[in-house]
């Protein structure tokens, strides 16, 4: 049961840090006046302002990169950091749909959506599946 928790728990970390890899990366472009749509909800701005949201935004998103990578050595003992994760992720969704819906909306935005309520969905499961060991 050990063995498997930390699969499962590796796995989260991983699929973790390449998605929030893949993210900062698309900010970093974003700022530096690629205008592409942002990975994380679809949304296709300019000016900046927003560059410079961005900007920042990537600077932690990094942080939050690197943060699931030491996880992903640690899994047991660090294993609150993907239960931190998915509660973010899913007060992210909440948040555009009571606040953005009409300036987030498209394919985009609900393809976004629905791989954070996946990425939530992983997350839990491996925590919780932990914890029962």
Do not use: C, H
């Amino acid at each position: 049961m050990k063995t498997k928790a930390i699969f499962w728990l590796k796995l989260s970390f991983l699929i973790g840090t390449i998605a929030d890899a893949l993210v900062a990366l698309n900010w970093y472009f974003i700022a530096f006046g690629i205008n592409i749509p942002n990975y994380l909800n679809g949304y296709t701005g300019s000016g900046a302002d927003y560059q410079l949201a961005m900007y920042i935004a990537a600077l932690f998103m990094t942080g939050w990169t690197i943060i699931l990578a030491w996880g992903y050595r640690n899994p047991l003992e660090r294993r609150d950091l993907l239960i931190i994760t998915a509660l973010l992720l899913l007060f992210s969704v909440i948040t555009e749909l009571l606040i953005f819906p009409n300036l987030l909306n498209g394919n985009g935005f609900t393809t976004a959506i629905l791989l954070r309520l996946a990425l939530v969905t992983k997350f839990s499961f491996s925590y919780f599946y932990s914890r029962k060991i």
